[in-house]
């Protein structure tokens, strides 16, 4: 295939079937990965950002279906309480960092304080100035730590956008993901592209670097993030536990619970 033949392929919409074939293999490596996480202890940290609707919480549920929920926290933050609005930003998220083999995902993050934030007027500009500075400094302590961070933000053109938070107003199902600082975000955009091109400025750095990833065609883009994913931890390959399964030693008892109980 060409380049001008794989640009045309890239901007076709990936049918589910086909999706869903290239997922299998990268879900077997997810569980390499998460095999390796136990038996070294390492401590794994996913940030995944960007714009309402771009597609966070799908590929989010991609990687964290096919894992342990004993290994595998999805964070996902409410607005903060009164009290928590006069932390510390880092000071909600450090109680949710992993410990030895467990991998945790954020679903947005003290990024809050360089994008949703500024632009909606929920913080001042002296505050944000200092995150910029300081969130650095933040994750070096992270990495130097021996945490595996790794920095995601989902692009998505504002076209795009719009067909999913019209098909999410549509959808009886999807209607819950649909906020009053969600519609106010429609018209804020452009206040959104500078807001994120000044944190990248600020927060793109060598120990901690951020990774962007085309999430017009979300399943496109689900692929493509795990596969960075697994490419920045490569070896990652370990004994496979064997696993004996005999055969019972007497014929299968059925689940009877005592009368009056009847299972429904």
């Not at 000071?91 to 945790?104: D, F, K, N, S, Y």
Request: hydrophobic residues 40%.
């Amino acid at each position: 295939m060409g380049k001008k033949d794989g640009r045309k392929a890239e901007r076709e919409a990936l049918g589910k079937s086909d999706y869903e074939d290239r997922l299998e293999p990268l879900q077997l490596e997810l569980n390499d990965l998460a095999r390796w996480l136990q038996h070294t202890g390492k401590r794994l940290l996913v940030i995944v950002e960007g714009r309402d609707t771009a597609g966070k919480g799908g590929v989010i549920g991609a990687i964290a279906d096919a894992l342990s929920p004993r290994q595998c926290r999805v964070v996902a933050l409410p607005k903060p309480s009164e009290r928590e609005r006069t932390q510390w930003i880092f000071q909600r998220w450090v109680p949710h960092l992993p410990a030895a083999g467990e991998i945790v995902l954020f679903d947005r993050s003290w990024y809050n304080r360089a994008g949703v934030e500024p632009v909606m007027g929920f913080c001042k500009p002296e505050e944000t100035t200092a995150f910029l500075k300081q969130a650095p400094v933040f994750e070096k302590l992270l990495v130097d730590e021996g945490i595996l961070l790794f920095k995601y933000w989902l692009t998505v053109d504002q076209a795009q956008q719009e067909e999913r938070f019209a098909e999410r107003l549509a959808d009886p199902l999807k209607r819950w993901k649909l906020s009053p600082i969600d519609l106010q975000a429609r018209e804020k955009y452009a206040d959104y592209s500078r807001a994120r091109d000044r944190m990248l400025q600020a927060t793109h750095t060598k120990h901690a670097p951020w990774a962007l990833v085309d999430f017009n065609d979300q399943r496109r883009g689900r692929l493509k993030l795990i596969r960075h994913l697994l490419d920045g931890i490569p070896d990652r390959k370990v004994p496979e536990q064997l696993i004996e399964f005999p055969p019972l030693a007497a014929k299968p008892l059925r689940d009877q619970p005592a009368s009056p109980f009847e299972p429904i």
